[in-house]
């Protein structure tokens, strides 16, 4: 079965430009996350969907991210305009349906670099 | 959400039994004790859960004592391929898994 996959694994923009991060969860797993680590600092919370709709989504850092999920399959994550401070590497991860202590599966994530 | 402390670094020697430690003096009712394991250039990894008493899997053992202020995930016999950052979360069981990392403990193995 395959696991969670992000694309792309790395991309190199400039300032100013636009970029979309693409997570696909494992198939059946209502819950899709995003996260996040810059560089030196810890991974964190980005936001939740359950199937298409936006659970939580107070991590997001301002308005120049946008993320989607529509019909409630992959999702992605848009950076417009990328700024320096958004390198890092953005993780994606997903679980099965419902609250509780389900494990959670993470993509290996896209390290995005902002020049 | 409960705070938790663990070692930033470890070594050993491969064979050996490594043992981390977490601390987590605010662990709520309803917490979960979770541990995820990270290598380079990948998605951490999740490793054992447990509530409390012992828990065992394939990968590793968790004890968490009956006040559960604290956590020890033991790795038996590690090899160079356990070398890896490990987290220790506190996970909230009525909710999602909107996980709160903290910096985790590398633990390098060596020959």
């Known amino acids: 079965e395959a696991g969670v996959t992000q694309f792309p694994s790395h991309s190199v923009i400039e300032k100013g430009q636009t970029v979309t991060l693409r997570c696909d969860p494992i198939?059946?797993?209502?819950?899709l996350y995003w996260y996040r680590r810059v560089m030196g600092k810890e991974i964190k919370f980005l936001l939740h969907?359950?199937?298409?709709?936006?659970?939580?989504e107070s991590g997001m850092p301002n308005n120049r991210f946008l993320a989607e999920r529509t019909g409630g399959t992959y999702s992605t994550l848009k950076v417009q305009p990328a700024e320096l401070e958004d390198s890092g590497v953005y993780f994606c991860?997903?679980?099965?349906?419902?609250?509780?202590?389900?494990?959670?599966?993470f993509g290996q994530g896209t390290r995005l670099t902002v020049v | 959400l409960a705070k938790t402390t663990q070692p930033i670094s470890m070594d050993s020697y491969e064979g050996q039994e490594v043992n981390i430690t977490c601390s987590h003096n605010n662990i709520a009712t309803n917490d979960y004790i979770t541990w995820y394991q990270q290598f380079p250039s990948q998605g951490p990894r999740f490793i054992i859960q447990?509530?409390?008493t012992k828990v065992t899997n394939e990968v590793a053992s968790l004890f968490i004592p009956a006040d559960r202020k604290s956590s020890t995930l033991s790795l038996p016999r590690v090899s160079l391929s356990d070398t890896a950052v490990y987290y220790c979360l506190a996970v909230f069981s009525g909710g999602y898994n909107k996980l709160i990392f903290g910096a985790g403990t590398r633990l390098a193995v060596h020959p």
């Open positions: 447990g509530y409390k």
């Open positions: 969907f359950v199937k298409e709709s936006k659970q939580d």
């Open positions: 991860a997903s679980s099965l349906a419902g609250t509780g202590n389900t494990e959670a599966f």
């Open positions: 198939s059946g797993h209502d819950n």
